[in-house]
């Protein structure tokens, strides 16, 4: 039996994918959390960069992933004094890297379904994120900044009423197992979890989004 028996190809009207780490590399976050803060934090401070660094880290830690002030790059600007990110992150717009097949199997889905970005980052983060690939899509949503809360069932249940669509008729794909995977699967969304990683393949996965393409072309 084909490990992807589960789906229902034919019910899909709605691709909806994750954003980091589905679509686009986590080096523009990266380099905004662990080089731009700290970097700025030194100045400030007038203090070694590494220093910075580590510091900085201890206070997200602090925090932790469950609070959502731990994703709004706002709170931290504002925490450590450092003004606003605006000018920061447009100023690290070119770090913005999408995986290689990205472009070409949206290109391709965009003739045959509508598009969605269902994402747990931000939209202070989302408007540099997807600057390149925006046309493809025809919503965004943003579980943080229009819902308030992390990918949770009831954020995908509002994205299909907002899409006007059943969740079976939605597939939804991403790189993490409980945001993308577990969460959507809950209120009857189909799913299929992103793992880049490669190794030893699970139940229900894809390693790239090309094999996405092909299973959706049938
Ligand atoms: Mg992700």
């Not at 949206?106 to 747990?120: I, N």
Request: with cysteine.
């Amino acid at each position: 039996m084909s490990p992807h028996a589960h789906l229902e190809i034919g019910k899909i009207k709605v691709v909806s994918l994750d954003a980091e780490g589905t679509l686009v590399t986590p080096d523009f976050s990266y380099a905004i959390w662990f080089e731009a803060i700290p970097e700025r934090y030194a100045r400030k401070h007038n203090i070694e960069f590494e220093l910075a660094k580590k510091l900085i880290k201890e206070e997200y830690a602090k925090v932790g992933d469950h609070r959502l002030e731990w994703y709004d790059v706002r709170y931290w600007f504002d925490k450590f004094g450092l003004g606003t990110p605006d000018s920061v992150m447009e100023s690290h717009q070119h770090k913005v890297r999408y995986y290689p097949e990205v472009k070409e199997v949206l290109s391709f889905l965009s003739c045959r379904y509508q598009l969605v970005v269902a994402s747990g980052s931000t939209r202070d983060f989302l408007k540099f994120l997807l600057r390149d690939i925006n046309s493809y899509f025809s919503r965004v949503f943003s579980s943080l900044s229009d819902f308030n809360q992390v990918k949770t069932p009831t954020f995908y249940s509002e994205m299909c009423q907002a899409l006007r669509v059943r969740p079976q008729e939605v597939i939804h794909v991403g790189d993490n197992r409980q945001f993308d995977f577990i969460a959507p699967s809950e209120i009857g969304i189909q799913t299929l979890y992103l793992d880049r990683k490669g190794g030893p393949r699970a139940d229900r996965s894809i390693a790239d989004l090309t094999e996405l393409n092909a299973l959706l072309a049938g």
